[in-house]
């Protein structure tokens, strides 16, 4: 059983990275394209183990390092750290399950901003773009347009229920 879900979570992962970086590639509407990648990361990380949250959020981010061009670790760094943010509030948005929608608004703004930041330092010049806001606030709206099938599609490929009181331990 422990070895079918760390499969399940990596055949997932593969998967939103490679639609992300194919798919989301070609088809951005205004310009934009939704952050799968970061929202799978944002959905398992609420019923992983915290290590396990936070080497999903490595693991997705260094394999989108690798297929797209961006500096080596620049996701990694920006997904490892909304795992760690997610596992934190993850009471807080199970307590009050209105909140989760606009947590994904939120964790998806602040990680492209975070990515946009970090971009600009190792030479990226993200923020000199002009249409930046644009690719912060799109992606986030895309996702939260997304956020009800990934966050659904989570507790079920884990086989865990939705509550926390039965969390996942692998």
Do not use: C, H
Not at 93 to 111: C, I, K, Q, R, W
Request: charged share 15%; aromatic share 8%.
């Amino acid at each position: 059983m422990k070895a079918r879900r760390i499969v399940i979570l990596v055949l997932v992962v593969l998967v939103a990275v490679a639609i992300q970086t194919t798919v989301f590639v070609r088809i951005r509407p205004f310009d934009a394209a939704p952050s799968l990648v970061l929202l799978v990361v944002l959905a398992y990380a609420r019923y992983l183990p915290a290590e396990f949250a936070l080497l999903l959020g490595f693991g997705a981010g260094l394999l989108q390092d690798l297929l797209s061009d961006t500096p080596l670790g620049l996701w990694a760094l920006v997904l490892t750290t909304l795992a760690f943010v997610t596992v934190r509030v993850r009471e807080r948005l199970e307590d009050d399950f209105g909140l989760l929608g606009p947590y994904v608004l939120v964790a998806t703004v602040g990680a492209l901003t975070l990515f946009s930041v970090l971009g600009t330092i190792f030479g990226e010049r993200t923020l000199a773009d002009a249409a930046v806001l644009k690719k912060i606030l799109l992606p986030a709206v895309y996702n939260t347009l997304l956020a009800p099938l990934i966050l659904a599609m989570a507790p079920r490929t884990l086989g865990v229920a939705r509550r926390r009181s039965a969390s996942l331990s692998l």
